[in-house]
């Protein structure tokens, strides 16, 4: 598991018809594929949470934060490094972390979790709220939409399903959220500590990633093109 939480019990949300069918100024025709929905499943927010999330934020971003939410920078693709969606979720489910994720579990008790969820035939659940932090990318978190797709590398890599609902996602959220301004892959993070946007008051606090991967990056960014999001700084 590679990575990276809402109460109440799952709704079904229609996305009400993201940019991908429908917009008279023309996006690129490959992208009017399927109808896309984003399917509500929160995943457990309750006080130990929200608790752990504002620890986590004052201990790697600085003292004066004070809450939970965000505004949406960046948006981070991710792949789970498993097959499982009922596990993943169940995984995420969790206020703290797993003793297993010695790498991160140091750091904070937070768990990881994402904001979104998109299984192997594109079905994209909704497991926290977009503005609400997450922690999913080191550095980010306090700016980025985190995406984990179910799958990994080589035994079940991404497939054309998930490069769909990705794309769909992407602009969606960019409709919605005027200041996301960048698209990466986990794997491409570090680069981002060039840029402005990074922030970890840790500087031993850094993990090497490799999910999506450069392929499945290319694949989604030659569709979202025309929204001119910016990758890592060279
Ligand atoms: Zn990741």
């Not at 025709?29 to 929200?50: K, M, N, S, V």
């Not at 960046?74 to 498993?82: A, E, G, R």
């Given at each position: ?35 896309f929905e984003i399917i509500d499943r929160?995943?457990r927010f309750d006080e130990e949470r ?57 750091a904070s008790q937070l768990n990881v ?122």
């Amino acid at each position: 598991m590679v990575s990276c939480g809402a109460n109440d019990a799952p709704t079904r949300a229609p996305a009400r018809n993201p940019s991908v069918a429908a917009s008279p100024s023309g996006t690129p025709e490959q992208d009017a594929d399927a109808p896309f929905e984003i399917i509500d499943r929160p995943i457990r927010f309750d006080e130990e949470r929200t608790r752990l999330t504002i620890e986590y934020r004052k201990a790697h971003q600085g003292n004066r934060i004070a809450g939970m939410s965000i505004t949406p920078k960046v948006i981070v693709l991710h792949y789970t490094d498993s097959e499982d969606a009922e596990a993943t979720w169940a995984y995420f489910d969790r206020p703290t972390i797993s003793s297993d994720r010695g790498d991160v579990a140091s750091a904070s008790q937070l768990n990881v979790s994402a904001h979104f969820l998109v299984d192997r035939d594109g079905t994209t659940w909704r497991l926290m709220p977009e503005t609400w932090f997450a922690r999913h990318c080191i550095g980010l978190n306090h700016v980025a939409i985190g995406v984990e797709n179910v799958g990994d590398g080589e035994l079940s890599p991404l497939t054309d399903a998930q490069v769909a609902a990705n794309v769909a996602l992407v602009r969606d959220l960019v409709r919605r959220y005027p200041s996301i301004t960048h698209l990466i892959g986990h794997h491409e993070y570090r680069a981002m500590e060039r840029g402005p946007l990074f922030k970890e008051l840790d500087p031993a606090y850094r993990t090497e990633k490799d999910d999506p991967g450069p392929e499945f990056m290319e694949r989604v960014r030659a569709r979202v093109r025309d929204l001119e999001l910016a990758g890592p700084p060279p």
